[in-house]
Nanobody, 115 residues
């Protein structure tokens, strides 16, 4: 059973930075896709950034130039560096991994950006 554990959330002021990390129980090199999603109260869960085995990194338009996703296969972690945070980035952030058509979710980490 794959387990994903997020860390790094917290409270930050507008313009600040946070780095989220997702530790996977398995070998992340086996995952076809890994990504970060977020869900704000009353809104649908949305993809923030992803990374594939071939190195493609799709980003949500609103975070392009501010967020950077990376994966470290040796440490089985995927990270999301978030800079220039705004109030609109406030949400629960979830790590996601897909392998052979099966998706796995972490429990989430809360990011609060004060205006």
């Amino acid at each position: 059973q794959v387990q994903l554990v997020e860390s790094g959330g917290g409270l930050v002021q507008t313009g600040g930075s946070l780095r989220l990390s997702c530790a996977a129980s398995g070998n992340i090199a086996n995952f076809n896709f890994m990504g970060w999603y977020r869900q704000a109260p009353g809104k649908q869960r949305e993809l923030v950034a992803g990374i594939t085995t071939d190195g493609s990194t799709p980003y949500r338009d609103s975070v392009k130039g501010r967020f950077t996703i990376s994966r470290d296969n040796a440490k089985n972690t995927v990270s999301l560096q978030m800079n220039s945070l705004t109030y609109e980035d406030t949400a629960e952030y979830y790590c996601y991994a897909a392998q052979d058509g099966i998706g796995y979710w972490g429990h989430g980490t809360q990011v609060n950006v004060s205006s």
